[in-house]
């Protein structure tokens, strides 16, 4: 073992606040933690680990995992649109993991960047650069118009020999004949359409075809409509897609947290939402 991991082991990274993992799911310690430093997506070669770009890195969930890996990444990349979260990442993650970086995307999001000045930023990695791409939680929070642009980043950053691992919220579009064949997305929250976003299985299938990836590998949800796990490559000649199969998980509950009302926007959003539907303006 390193004597980097030797430290590691003996003194573990800090863990993030309770104010910041309750802005991004789980709260109990054990899901930031690998004391044991085995590798964090165990079916991803260990060769993967060398670049690491974690979209939507959160508080450092899966960076603090990776930092105690036995064998911690030459180099990792997290980027976040939560100031706050990114700011503690740098403070403590940084200093203890000298390859991990963190940056801020200044992308708007009712309750956790109002502010924020696009909806799409590129990723601040070069071409071909990266080895294993994490999107954990993340996609299931684009709308399709964001999520087709950064499936776009995704396929421009990931190695040949590369492997993304990706969540989502899956539906099949065919059990929704009123659905235009533009629109490919559910919606469960129509003042922050963000807060969960379902993807149509067969728009998932033709937007990997359509940036040169191919999904090598589906695990569906623990919880039926609960997050499935797609894994992608770049494609080859002759590969096919792996087969999406049918949700058959036991029915079950998995709230997660509410997002903050950043500054009461959605009581504001909401009146004006209101009040142009008493004046017949939407329908
Ligand atoms: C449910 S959390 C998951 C965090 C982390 N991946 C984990 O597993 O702990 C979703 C994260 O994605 C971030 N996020 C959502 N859309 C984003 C975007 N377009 N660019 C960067 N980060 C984004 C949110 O700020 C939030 O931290």
């Known amino acids: 073992m390193s004597i980097k991991n030797q430290r590691n082991q003996l003194q573990p990274p800090p863990l993030p606040p309770r104010a910041l993992r309750e802005l ?7 899901s930031y ?10 079916e991803i070669p260990s060769s993967c ?57 200044n992308i708007r999001n009712l309750g956790l960047n109002p502010r924020g000045k696009s909806e799409k930023v590129p990723f601040p990695v070069g071409d071909n650069s990266i080895l294993l791409f994490v999107a954990w939680s993340v996609f299931t929070h684009l709308t399709e118009d964001v999520a087709s642009f950064y499936f776009s980043e995704l396929a421009r950053v990931l190695h040949p020999n590369g492997i993304a691992i990706t969540t989502w ?54 919880i039926r409509g609960l997050q499935w796990k797609v894994y992608f490559t770049k494609a080859t000649p002759g590969r096919r897609h792996a087969e999406i199969p049918e949700d ?32 017949g303006y939407m329908r």
């Not at 933690?33 to 165990?42: K, Q, S």
């Not at 940036?211 to 569906?220: A, D, F, K, M, W």
Request: net charge positive; with cysteine.
């Open 49 to 105: 680990y060398k670049s690491v770009f974690d979209f939507g890195c959160g508080c450092g969930r899966i960076a603090r995992q990776l930092i105690q890996q036995q064998e911690c990444p030459s180099r990792y990349v997290g980027v976040d649109l939560h100031r706050g979260a990114i700011r503690w990442c740098r403070r403590n993650l940084s200093p203890v993991a000298r390859s991990f970086e963190f940056h801020h995307q």
């Open 33 to 42: 933690d690998n004391p044991t430093g085995e590798l964090v997506f165990p």
């Open 169 to 222: 919220f899956l539906f099949d579009k065919s059990e929704f004949p009123m659905m235009q064949q533009f629109k490919n997305a559910l919606y469960i929250d129509y003042i922050d359409p963000t807060s969960a976003v379902i993807f149509d299985k067969d728009w998932l299938k033709r937007s990997a075809t359509q940036n040169g990836l191919v999904i090598n590998q589906v695990i569906p949800p623990e």
């Open 24 to 30: 991004v799911g789980p709260l109990e310690d054990h």
């Open 248 to 279: 058959r998980a036991p029915l079950g509950i998995y709230r997660p947290p509410v997002t903050p009302d950043s500054k009461g926007l959605r009581s504001i959003l909401h009146r004006i939402s209101a009040r142009a539907l008493r004046s």
